[in-house]
């Protein structure tokens, strides 16, 4: 079988490049197969070479050449998004960014880093200087800072921070263009917007800098509640207390911890539902004094006092509780909703009340714009697509937003319409349409809208047209 990228890989043969068949499906995946659906439409696909570039000039050479083959690109970080973000629906080039991997601290309160640096290493290289990373996913151990600004949207630290793309977090982004000769933005403010949460598809970040926090010894807490509504609202009240210094608050139903999380189990109690917590030191007589006020609260667990034997509370939220739950369940898969405010615990529990035995309730505390809210990661205990497509669809009826993890494309996995500044800049950027074909639904479909998601039962599969695909 003849190798239409023969050609071009000749011409990057000088770089570190790999085309053997293990390495190809190692690095054309991500977390996506936490989506049943979108492991059997997508587990076939791998790009048909590799490129680790060692610095910005070899970048630039890449999407050079790529360009001039007409060659697709998908950027490659650590792997851990969910969605398929970085799985090649083309093939073509894989471009992994794990040597771009710098760290420096320009001044307080900010840290400049290579995409491909990994969060934790940033947060080690800021500890000495007395700060932290304000925001990171429950993968921090892994995930690479590039990553997490592609494809991610919030989480740990968006208690008191808010999401990723509000304003301060992110203080500049470093794009290479997708071009005969690919530009060098730094962009800045709103025009930051244009590549924030876009996949990849408009632009290839190599530097992010980020605005940090003050460094602390945080206490991870886990607090049992026999009624799940009780434990919503008190997660609720820790995020509303401006005066808490906080970093994590999330609210978990029964049975998840008895059946999901062996290490704290027992200490829950069969039947109870959870909140975990990472607390200051200084705000712990507060959080104390708030479970009193509010009682039925019992904390079963504290860092400080009983050593850190379960392992970090951030490692039971967010989405490690799905991974947790798959561990033991292979079934279990998850989603991603929105309640609203006000009237977002009348939805919780109705939500609750309609899906008993399919839905698992799992909620995350967040701010938006000042506003303590509950966003919802519940799990779910799939048994066909057919049946997920129902349950999404009668949860936006009952006033839910649907942000849906088995969906491939920006829009449908935002649940919104793409934001117009990421189109026009792709426009600009990457005018062939080669960087990660086929995540961008509205470059195919520019009528499309967040009402048609679910009109239809799922988007139909990729096309398939990688290396695997063509075997």
């Known amino acids: 079988m003849s190798d239409r990228h023969a050609p071009l890989k000749a011409s990057l043969a000088h770089l570190e490049l790999s085309d053997e068949r293990r390495t190809l499906k190692t690095k054309s995946r991500d977390f996506f197969w936490y989506s049943p659906v979108l492991k059997r439409r997508m587990d076939h696909l791998v790009a048909d070479f590799v490129v680790a570039p060692r610095d910005e000039h070899e970048i630039a050479e890449v999407l050079a050449a790529c360009h001039a083959a007409d060659c697709p690109v998908s950027v490659r970080g650590a792997g851990t998004g969910n969605y398929g973000q970085i799985i090649p629906l083309e093939g073509g080039c894989l471009l992994d960014m794990r040597h771009i991997t710098a760290v420096s601290i320009p001044a307080p309160g900010r840290v400049v880093a290579g995409a491909g640096a990994v969060l934790r290493t940033i947060d080690r290289a800021l500890a000495p200087h007395g700060q932290e990373l304000r925001l990171y996913p429950s993968t921090r151990s892994l995930a690479t800072v590039g990553g997490f600004v592609a494809g991610g949207s919030g989480g740990v630290g968006s208690v008191r921070w808010g999401m990723l793309r509000d304003p301060g977090n992110i203080l500049r982004l470093r794009v290479l263009t997708m071009e005969a000769r690919p530009r060098t933005l730094d962009l800045t403010g709103e025009a930051m917007h244009q590549v924030i949460h876009a996949y990849g598809t408009n632009g290839v970040i190599t530097e992010v800098e980020l605005a940090t926090a003050s460094a602390c010894n945080w206490i991870d807490v886990a607090v049992s509640v026999a009624d799940f509504a009780h434990a919503a609202r008190i997660a609720e009240e820790v995020v509303a207390s401006d005066g808490l210094w906080i970093k994590l608050a999330s609210a978990i139903a029964a049975p998840i911890p008895e059946a999901f999380f062996p290490k704290l189990a027992a200490r829950i109690g069969k039947g109870n539902s959870m909140v975990g917590?990472?607390?200051?030191?200084?705000?712990?007589?507060?959080?104390?004094?708030?479970?009193?006020?509010?009682?039925?609260?019992?904390?079963?667990?504290?860092?400080?006092?009983?050593?850190?034997?379960?392992?970090?509370?951030?490692?039971?939220?967010?989405?490690?509780?799905t991974q947790r739950a798959l561990l033991v369940d292979p079934k279990i898969t998850y989603l991603q909703v929105g309640f609203g405010w006000p009237g977002n615990h009348e939805r919780i529990a109705a939500v609750r009340a309609r899906f008993p035995d399919e839905i698992l309730m799992h909620l995350e505390g967040f701010r938006r714009r000042g506003q303590a809210m509950l966003a919802g990661l519940p799990l779910l205990r799939f048994t066909t697509e057919e049946r997920l497509e129902e349950i999404c669809a009668e949860l936006q009826m009952m006033g839910c937003g649907v942000y849906s993890p088995h969906r491939f494309t920006i829009e449908e996995g935002g649940g919104n319409a793409l934001p117009p500044e990421q189109l026009a800049f792709k426009l600009e950027a990457d005018p062939k349409g080669l960087l990660n074909p086929g995540k961008m639904l509205t470059w195919h479909e520019p009528d499309w809208t967040y009402q048609r998601m679910f009109d239809h039962g799922g988007r139909a599969a990729p096309t398939g047209r990688g290396a695997a695909g063509r075997d």
């Open 277 to 321: 917590l990472m607390v200051a030191p200084q705000s712990m007589p507060a959080v104390e004094a708030l479970f009193d006020r509010l009682g039925g609260a019992a904390i079963a667990f504290r860092s400080d006092r009983d050593g850190d034997e379960p392992g970090p509370l951030h490692a039971y939220c967010w989405n490690h509780t």
